[in-house]
């Protein structure tokens, strides 16, 4: 790996919350960052788990996917928002020899736990707002982030910030969670995320409460659609995405113009 990561200035904590039709019972203020920050480094060691639980096992394939979808040059400059234990980056680092990675959070529990996994030492770990990165213009092939824009207090400022430091011709790509769309299939997978989740949590984490916030903020996001107005309205192009898991979750992806 090239140890000519791009600098990282300023660093601070990021103030996230749920997005529209939350009901997690957190407090949505001043103080709301923290209290999210808080939850995920409490879960920090079994949040992988939990996300196998929420994905039907599929996780892994959804990462596999999103790291093909960034389409990424021969050593890639690689910014991971959201990298909690650092599942994209360390994919990226098993795709593409030489790659520089940064992996930012505002957990700083959940990244201790990446630090450990093998290929974690070569991983550049800063705490960092995703509103408000520090990292100069155009410092980055591709910006990759999982689960992060439902948990952001303003999606047009975070996209702003990722299209600021891409270069010109870089890519964006996300894997986000989507309400379930209105077919057959959406009561069961309502149900599975908002009841049977939650109590699978129980049983393998002491904070089954952070479960029921990641249930509630996953059904009240936006949809597909939503997320590609919000990309275009940023200045990409060449937005798109792909949904799995019966619409209840969609890999975006989007370019910098050159």
């Known amino acids: 790996m090239s140890t000519n990561q791009p600098a ?32 995920f480094d409490g879960i920090a060691d079994r949040y992988d788990l939990m996300n196998l639980v ?15 979808r960034a389409e990424l040059p021969d050593a890639p400059v690689v910014l991971d928002l959201a990298t909690g234990t650092g599942d994209i980056a360390l994919e990226v ?49 591709a910006v990759t982030h999982g689960y992060l824009l439902r948990n952001v207090a303003d999606i ?15 890519r964006m790509v996300a894997l986000e969670t989507s309400p379930a769309p209105d077919n057959l299939i959406k009561p069961f997978s309502t149900a599975y995320i908002k009841y049977v989740v939650p109590q699978i949590s129980k049983l393998i984490t002491q904070d089954p409460d952070a479960y029921e916030y990641l249930s509630a903020t996953s059904r009240g996001f936006k949809t597909p659609a939503q997320i590609q ?27 910098k113009p050159r």
């Not at 047009?156 to 430091?165: D, G, I, K, N, S």
């Not at 107005?229 to 209840?248: I, K, M, N, S």
Request: glycine content about 14%; overall charge negative; aromatic content about 8%.
């Open 8 to 39: 990282a200035e300023n660093a601070r904590p990021a103030d996230h919350e749920g997005g529209p039709g939350d009901d997690s019972g957190l407090d949505h203020g001043t103080g709301h960052g923290a209290q999210v920050s808080s939850m």
């Open 229 to 255: 107005g919000l990309l275009e309205d940023a200045g990409f192009t060449d937005v798109g995405h792909e949904t799995h898991l019966f619409g209840t979750l969609a890999i975006h992806w989007a370019t």
């Open 54 to 68: 929420m994905t039907w096992g599929q996780e892994p394939r959804f990462v596999r996917r999103t790291v093909e």
């Open 156 to 170: 047009p400022a975070t996209l702003a910030e990722q299209f600021r430091v891409l270069k010109p011709g870089g």
């Open 93 to 141: 680092l098993r795709r593409h020899y030489g790659a520089t990675i940064t992996g930012a959070d505002f957990a700083p529990e959940m990244m201790e736990v990446g630090k450990r996994r093998p290929g974690g030492e070569q991983i550049e770990w800063v705490e960092a707002d995703a509103m408000d990165l520090p990292f100069a213009e155009g410092a980055f092939d």
